[in-house]
Structure formats: structure tokens, C-alpha cells
């Protein structure tokens, strides 16, 4: 049995790049914006207090991207958290570009890039992003192109690390010979596992591993479901139990569970004092075919 006053500290801890140090359970931001990712929160002052109450218990990677909203996400992220504690990652991208609810497009132009962390710098008040990713590889510009302006913003000191997003093992790759590649983002979670072999490659590789929309339980947890015993006999939530199954994959996955709620954060942290033995990792794992 867990309770909501678990903190992120008890899901480990893993070195991004080598130099920044987090706790493995961070918080993603993308649902504190309206819907499709467009737009300010339906409730403002809610959304404040989420951002509070994850740092309050022990979050110290917060996840966003220009394009929530877009600009929306990381102005709040200031708002609530402004000055920030010296611990906290703030983890942003660029690369994908917004023309409506639900409506992405991948702009990779290294002008384009240098503007957006140039924005980000100035929306989250800080004179260096601690993790910078691509929010995806634009397929009309050259990769040295795209991951060498991020060097250069790199060199510049600008950013401190760099990350990737929705990517293949061979493009992590081919983009480690540009530049130092800390981290990787992509969909992953119990019911869809298909970045298995780009989590295989980062574990092995060192690199973190950033699951996102990491608690796509609902086709999982319906009555009589195999995840649904296997956290009554816990004493747990179905969605607690697939972010504990994420963390006892490997040491280098960083989920990103966002809410818009100041209870549902509560209840995804105390996660984090889930204890898996390994037959439960077995029959988690086999849970889903």
C-alpha cells in the first residue's frame, strides 16, 4: 500500500548527461494547457498550484515544450515556480510548430531553432536551459543542420544539455555524432512498447529515457483486468502501478506524468514509494501481450 505522501526522492535518481541530478519521477506539463494543447488552463489558479505541489513533493524535472499552448506552459512554469529552487531541471523544446488545436508541424531550421531557445530563455527567466530536446527531427532539413545549431546554442552556454524527441535508434545515432545526445523522449508505457529497442540502446548508452503519455492505462484497467488485480492486491491505483512498472524497467526512465489536478499529482507521486519485486515486474510485463 503507498499514500499520497510519498516523494519523488523515492524513485531514485539519475544523472542527465553525467552532470544534472534529478529524481527519476519528474512532471510533464502539456496538460496544464486547454484543449488539443492550445490555449491558457481552464482553471489558472489550479494550474499554479499543480506546478507547486509536484516541487513540494520532491519533483526536481519538470518537462514543457514552447509549443504547449504554445506559449503557455513555460510562463507558467515561471509564475508558479520563479525563483527557481537550485535543483530544478527545467527540461523545454523546439522543433514543432503550431497552427491550431491538436495541430503539430515539425519546423527544424537552425534560425528557427536559435529563436525558440532564445524565447525560452526569456519565458522561463533563466540564462541557461538545463535540458534542451528537438521536439522532432524535421524530415526537410539536414540532421547536422538541426542537432548542430543546438551545439552551437550548446557552446554558447545557453543550454546545458541536449535531448531528442520521438526518434529511432539509428537517427540517436547519427545525431551523437553532431553532438552529445543526454536524453530521449518517446511514447512508452505498459500498454505500448514499441521504443523498446531506442530504451534498450539509451540503457545501455547511459542516456536518459523521457517515456511520454507514460499512463495509457484505461483499455488496461477495466474490470477483472490483469493490471487491475495485480494493483488491488497493492493496494494501489492501476496508474500508480504502471508509472512503479516504469521505473522498475530500468534505472535511465524518467516518466513525466502531467495533470491538470492538484489531487492526481499527488496520487501519481506517491507512486514512487511503490516497491516491485521482480515476480511483480514479471507479471506486470506479461500483463499485456
Avoid: C
Avoid at 23 to 36: D, E, F, I, V, W
Avoid at 66 to 72: E, K, T
Avoid at 213 to 223: H, M, N, R, V
Wanted: hydrophobic letters at 45%; charged letters at 20%.
Amino acid at each position: 500500500m503507498t499514500s499520497n505522501t510519498a516523494s519523488a526522492t523515492q524513485s531514485g535518481q539519475f544523472s542527465i548527461g553525467g552532470k544534472l541530478s534529478v529524481n527519476r519521477l519528474g512532471y510533464g506539463s502539456m496538460q496544464l494547457t486547454g484543449p488539443g494543447v492550445w490555449g491558457p488552463p481552464k482553471d489558472h489558479d489550479e494550474a499554479i498550484k499543480v506546478l507547486r505541489r509536484a516541487v513540494e513533493l520532491g519533483v526536481n524535472l519538470i518537462d514543457t515544450a514552447d509549443s504547449y499552448g504554445p506559449v503557455v506552459a513555460e510562463p507558467l512554469i515561471k509564475e508558479a515556480l520563479y525563483p527557481y529552487a537550485d535543483d530544478l531541471v527545467i527540461a523545454t523544446k523546439a522543433g514543432l510548430t503550431r497552427s491550431g488545436p491538436g495541430d503539430w508541424r515539425p519546423v527544424g531550421r537552425p534560425e528557427y531553432l536559435r529563436q525558440q531557445a532564445e524565447m525560452s530563455l526569456r519565458l522561463l527567466g533563466v540564462e541557461q536551459i538545463g535540458l534542451f530536446q528537438l521536439h522532432r527531427i524535421d524530415p526537410k532539413v539536414p540532421l547536422e543542420d538541426q542537432v548542430g545549431e543546438l551545439k552551437l546554442l550548446q557552446d554558447e552556454g545557453k543550454i546545458n544539455q541536449i535531448g531528442l524527441s520521438e526518434v529511432t535508434v539509428e537517427e540517436t545515432v547519427a545525431a551523437r555524432e553532431i553532438a552529445e545526445i543526454a536524453t530521449v523522449q518517446n511514447l512508452y508505457n505498459l500498454a505500448n512498447r514499441g521504443a523498446e529497442d531506442l530504451l534498450n540502446y539509451a540503457a545501455a548508452e547511459s542516456i536518459g529515457f523521457i517515456p511520454w503519455f507514460p499512463l495509457a492505462t484505461g483499455e488496461l484497467a477495466g474490470e477483472g483486468s490483469k493490471l487491475t488485480e495485480l494493483a488491488a492486491d497493492k493496494g494501489v491505483s492501476p496508474s500508480q502501478l504502471a508509472l512503479a512498472w516504469l521505473l522498475a524497467v530500468s534505472p535511465v526512465v524518467l516518466p513525466i506524468p502531467g495533470t491538470s489536478s492538484v489531487a492526481h499529482v499527488e496520487d501519481n507521486i506517491a507512486a514512487a514509494g511503490i516497491e516491485l519485486t521482480a515476480a511483480d515486474l514479471e507479471a506486470l510485463t506479461a500483463a499485456v501481450g
